[in-house]
């Protein structure tokens, strides 16, 4: 277990158990009262007694049903039981993973272990967490939003546009879950106007002060995948994005690519005018 706080002094306090293989990374708030996601490895709960008795955790925050964030939580209640929370959209999902798993989500929720959040629903943990729907990936889709760090836990929300992540399938949505591409797009545009500096996600290495930067990668690739072999497309597009959120040199970048692959394009004109609006005001 990593303590974030010696790579990032904004993080103190959060702990990184990473992630390895099919299994996500998990991260403990407020010593062992609090964890985002639950991974899928044994040797879990021996991590978190470090921090005390097992007892002590509360709530494990979901930020979607894949197996590989939820399949920890059955180490986990055979030997305490807290409260979980996940978006409703994710609660479908659960019910086609492997048995006992659909049987034992049943029981939590009978035994109302189970909370369902909204888009912008506060969970009081220190610090306070802002639950931001962000369907996508899958039609489930969750990140929680520390506010007052500037971090952002994503779980998967944010594509990592690298071979290693495309052959995960990170970049493409699971339609079996009901993930959609344009709804990716639009839970990143939405994500890229909050103040994010660090970002926590399920896979890969916390990315600490230019998480803005990775979820600009993230809706890029988003594009190429749209887009295909039409490369001048997905960097107008993603000019057109940068310009719309304020971000005007990163548009400028865009064109500039564009204007390699395309010589002449009504949309590449369009932006360039447009960029010129912004850069006189
Ligand atoms: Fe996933």
């Known amino acids: 277990m990593r303590s974030l706080g010696e790579d990032c002094g904004d993080l103190a306090g959060i702990h990184w158990v990473n992630d390895a293989g099919g299994c996500s990374g998990v991260y403990v708030m407020e010593d062992g009262r609090t964890l985002i996601d639950a991974g899928n490895m044994y040797g879990l709960t021996d991590e978190l007694r470090d921090f005390g008795p097992l007892e002590r955790l509360e709530r494990v925050l979901l930020t979607h049903a894949h197996f590989d964030h939820v399949g920890g939580l059955a180490e986990i209640f055979s030997e305490t039981s807290p409260d979980i929370f996940l978006h409703e959209a994710a609660r479908e999902p659960l019910s086609r993973l492997k048995e006992p798993f659909p049987s034992f989500f049943e029981i939590l929720e009978k035994d109302k272990k189970i909370h369902f959040l909204r888009d912008g629903d506060v969970i009081p943990c220190n610090p306070s967490l802002r639950a931001l729907y962000t369907p996508g990936h899958t039609a489930g889709d969750l990140c929680f939003f520390a506010e007052a760090l500037g ?69 890029f690739s988003l594009y190429s995948s749209v887009c295909g072999e039409q490369k001048d497309q997905a960097w107008i597009m993603m000019g057109y994005e940068m310009l719309d959120a304020g971000f005007l040199e990163e548009a400028r970048q865009c064109a500039a690519k564009a204007m390699r692959l395309t010589s002449d394009s009504v949309e590449l004109r369009l932006l360039l005018e447009r960029m010129e609006g912004e850069a006189a005001k």
């Open 151 to 219: 971090g952002l836990f994503s779980g998967d929300a944010i594509p990592y546009n690298s071979r290693a992540r495309d052959s995960m399938g990170l970049a493409r949505p699971d339609v079996f879950s009901r993930g959609c591409v344009e709804n990716w797009i639009q839970s990143l545009r939405k994500l890229l106007r909050l103040n994010i500096r660090h970002l926590l996600p399920g896979h890969g290495e916390p990315v600490f002060h230019t998480g803005a930067d990775r979820i600009k990668l993230g809706l």
